[in-house]
C-alpha cells in the first residue's frame, strides 16, 4: 500500500523520467568518451559543454524537488516566508556565477 500522496509521487516520477535520467544519460556517455574516446583534439567533442548541461538538467531537478515547492505542490499555496527568499538567493547568485 502507497502513502504516498499522488501529486508527490508524480512529481517525484517526472523529474526521475525526465531530467535525472537524461542527466545520468549524459553522464554516462561523457564518461565513455574520456575514458575510451578518441584523443584526436579535432574530433573530441566538447566536454565542459556536456557537463554544463547535465549539471542544468541535476539542478533544475533539485530545485523541482525542493521541500518548499513540493508543499507548495500537495497544498495548492504559494510558497512563502523567508525560506524561499533565502532558496531564490541562492539560485540567484549561483545562477549569475554560471553566466560570466
Partial sequence: MN???ERLHDAIENERCGNLSRAE???????DSMEFGDKDLITTPDYTEVAKLARELVRAS???LDSLYLDQLLTDSPPSGP?????????T???LKGRR
Avoid: H
Fill in 62 to 64: 533539485i530545485n523541482k
Fill in 93 to 95: 547568485k549561483r545562477d
Fill in 83 to 91: 525560506q524561499l527568499t533565502k532558496v531564490k538567493r541562492r539560485e
Fill in 25 to 31: 544519460a549524459l553522464l554516462g556517455c561523457l564518461a
Fill in 3 to 5: 502513502t504516498m500522496p
